[in-house]
């Protein structure tokens, strides 16, 4: 939102609530899934979890989630 309205939530942009985040869940579609991985993970702290409704693109693209951070995901088209 461009401009906030007193009653609204805070405007701000992606990056500032990321380093403290305990669950951080990427629900783009496939194409932005990358773009939004390289973003995100640097600003991930220690401990966080990453969740995903598929991992298909990063898998395919071989991209690593660092060690210290957990993923969950939820495949909803999968039996």
């Given amino acids: 939102r461009k401009n906030p309205t007193p009653n609204a939530l805070p405007a701000g942009t992606y990056e500032q609530p990321i380093p403290t985040a305990h669950l951080l869940k990427n629900l783009t ?3 932005h899934q990358t773009a939004v991985f390289s973003a ?21 693209e071989g991209m690593q ?3 210290h951070l957990s993923v969950l995901m939820v495949a909803p088209k999968c039996p």
């Fill in 40 to 60: 995100v993970m640097p600003l991930m702290k220690k401990g966080a979890t990453l969740g995903y409704y598929h991992l298909f693109k990063i898998l395919e």
């Fill in 65 to 67: 989630i660092r060690e």
């Fill in 29 to 31: 579609q496939d194409k």
